[in-house]
């Protein structure tokens, strides 16, 4: 998977934002082998961003598309595609987008949904725990199975490696959220447990 916060954790979270998006995380992961891999850090750039946010739009149009259940090499003429739309935009290719995806979400991951401000994710996840431990009305089994999610998701938590990508990641936040509708309407659904 590309983010290290379980998508339930995310959801609940309201920080879904790149990380809820089930068609392309899905294409994404028929790219990469079943083990899960660390996301490669870059520094980002204003330039990366712009560009991230006028293919994502496209990107997303022809990754919706796809079945979700791409399992194997992806089509040729379908990365040809993603690669065009990203080129287009002003990026390398769509593995480009990518590793712009990935770090986006990476700080995203630790955003505090309310104050808009970089706390990191392991906060996020303590807090998520401490609600979690204190809900009253959740079985004891959803409870405990929410508490493994969240503890696995806290071993896991990588740390941003680039301190100017949370800077650039919170000054772009409304612009990143805005291209993500599908993503914010997720959010806006009550959660299941």
Do not use: H
Request: glycine share 4%; hydrophobic share 40%.
């Amino acid at each position: 998977m590309r983010a290290n916060i379980p998508f339930l954790v995310a959801l609940s979270l309201g920080l879904a934002a790149p990380i809820a998006a089930p068609a392309p995380l899905a294409f994404a992961q028929a790219q990469q082998p079943e083990a899960e891999q660390p996301v490669k850090q870059i520094a980002l750039n204003q330039k990366q961003i712009d560009s991230y946010l006028a293919a994502k739009k496209d990107i997303d149009a022809v990754v919706e598309k796809l079945p979700e259940s791409a399992q194997g090499a992806p089509d040729p003429k379908v990365m040809a595609q993603l690669d065009g739309i990203a080129k287009k935009s002003g990026l390398s290719g769509y593995d480009d987008y990518l590793a712009v995806e990935d770090n986006i979400s990476l700080v995203l991951q630790g955003m505090d949904p309310q104050s808009k401000k970089y706390v990191g994710a392991e906060t996020l996840i303590k807090q998520e725990i401490a609600q979690v431990k204190a809900d009253k009305s959740m079985p004891p089994k959803d409870k405990k199975d929410a508490l493994d999610e969240l503890n696995a998701a806290l071993k896991s938590a990588t740390p941003v490696q680039f301190p100017g990508n949370i800077e650039l990641v919170t000054k772009n936040f409304d612009k990143i959220q805005a291209a993500m509708p599908q993503e914010q309407e997720e959010q806006q659904q009550p959660k299941k447990m």
